[in-house]
C-alpha cells in the first residue's frame, strides 16, 4: 500500500459525458501528479500540483482540467469524453515540488471506460 | 517532453537467469527511480537512486545511477515466476517534472 488512494477504481460511462477522478496522496505529501496508461503504452504526465498551485503541465488536453484542494486531495475532471480516453488514470504524489531527493509513489490507479 | 529510452522493450527468461535493463536520456537528471507494474495496478517503487555513481539494492534488484547522469540500469539476479511485469525508469531535472521510460516487459518462463 503506498499510501495514495484514488477512487473511483472504476467507471464506464458514455462519450460526451463528464467525469471526476479523486485523488488523497500520502499523509505529508505536498505534491500531486496526474498520468494517463492507455492499453500498452506508458506513462503520460497530465498535470502536477503543489500545495495547492499547478506547478508543470504535460499532455493534457484542454478538456480536461485539475485542482488540488486546501487539503491536499486533487480532483482530474474529464469532460466531453470521447472513445480514446478510455484509459488508466494514476495519481503520485511526493514530498515537495521535485527538485531532488524526491520520490513519487502512485495510487492503484482509476479505470476509465467510454463506450 | 523529454525522452528516455528505455531497453530492451521485451523480453523473455528462463527462471533463475539474471536481467538487465536499462534507460538512457539526452538530459542529466538528479534523480533516477525504477518501478514495476503488475496488470491493472499502480507502478511500485523498486529503487531511488539519488547521486551520481550509487548503486543501490533492494534483495534481488541492483541498480546504478549512471555516472554521466544520463544513465541508469537495473539488473535482477535469479529470476523467479513472480518478477513477471512491466518495469519502468523514470527520471527527475531540476524542477518538477518525472519523466518515465517506455518500460520493459518481463516474462519468466519457469
Request: charged residues 15%; aromatic residues 12%.
Amino acid at each position: 500500500d503506498s499510501g495514495v488512494t484514488q477512487t473511483p477504481k472504476h467507471l464506464i460511462t458514455a462519450t460526451g459525458q463528464r467525469v471526476t477522478l479523486r485523488c488523497s496522496p500520502r499523509s505529508g505529501d505536498l505534491s500531486v501528479y496526474w498520468y494517463q496508461q492507455s492499453l500498452d503504452q506508458g506513462l503520460q504526465f497530465l498535470i502536477q500540483y503543489y500545495n495547492g498551485e499547478e506547478r508543470a503541465k504535460g499532455n493534457i488536453l484542454e478538456r480536461f482540467s485539475a485542482q488540488q484542494f486546501p487539503d491536499l486531495h486533487s480532483e482530474l475532471n474529464l469532460s466531453s469524453l470521447e472513445l480514446g480516453d478510455s484509459a488508466l488514470y494514476f495519481c503520485a504524489s511526493s514530498v515537495g515540488t521535485g527538485t531532488g531527493g524526491n520520490t513519487i509513489y502512485f495510487g492503484e490507479g482509476s479505470w476509465l471506460t467510454v463506450v | 517532453g523529454q525522452q528516455l529510452n528505455q531497453s530492451p522493450q521485451s523480453m523473455f527468461i528462463q527462471e533463475g537467469e539474471d536481467v538487465s535493463m536499462n534507460c538512457t536520456s539526452s538530459s542529466i537528471f538528479n534523480t533516477w527511480l525504477w518501478y514495476k507494474q503488475d496488470p491493472g495496478e499502480g507502478p511500485v517503487l523498486l529503487i531511488a537512486l539519488y547521486k551520481a555513481g550509487e548503486l543501490t539494492s533492494n534483495g534481488r534488484l541492483t541498480a546504478q545511477f549512471g555516472i554521466t547522469r544520463k544513465d541508469s540500469f537495473l539488473n535482477i539476479s535469479a529470476s523467479i515466476p513472480s518478477d513477471v511485469g512491466i518495469y519502468f525508469c523514470a527520471g527527475q531535472l531540476t524542477g518538477n517534472q518525472f519523466y518515465f521510460g517506455t518500460g520493459t516487459s518481463l516474462t519468466v518462463i519457469p
